[in-house]
């Protein structure tokens, strides 16, 4: 097991393209991470967190500290994005690897778009409530 990780990251580090879209991908998910830590304040609001077809209610409704897990989701989506990056440039080569790394950059956009129409109505509701 300890030779494979090793081969793997000497593979990654072979590969300065991949690297530097992985380093990409890293730092990204943190200024993510950062953001939503910064941003998600406690407030007795509660805002919605999903909805379904079945049930009484069809809106149901959590605490402020719900919004932390867009961070843990940019953080875990990048982790994931990057070690299957890296084992499919050992399986499958450069160009598959190259274009999960891609999609893993599009996901923690994508992401930080959403998290961000979420805090600012969840601000904008917190500041009105006020």
Known sequence: MKKIIKDSLDLLL???YLLTLSGALALLA???AIY???NVHPSELQLVSHCS???VTHLYRDQWY???TFGIFGLFAAA???IIAVKLLTIKGHS???LFAWLGIAIVILAWTTAYAVINIYVNINVCSL
């Open 14 to 16: 072979a590969d300065r």
């Open 30 to 32: 943190i200024s993510f």
């Open 36 to 38: 939503i830590a910064l």
């Open 53 to 55: 077809a079945f049930g």
């Open 66 to 68: 719900y919004l932390l």
């Open 80 to 82: 994931l994005h990057i």
């Open 96 to 98: 598959l690897a190259i």
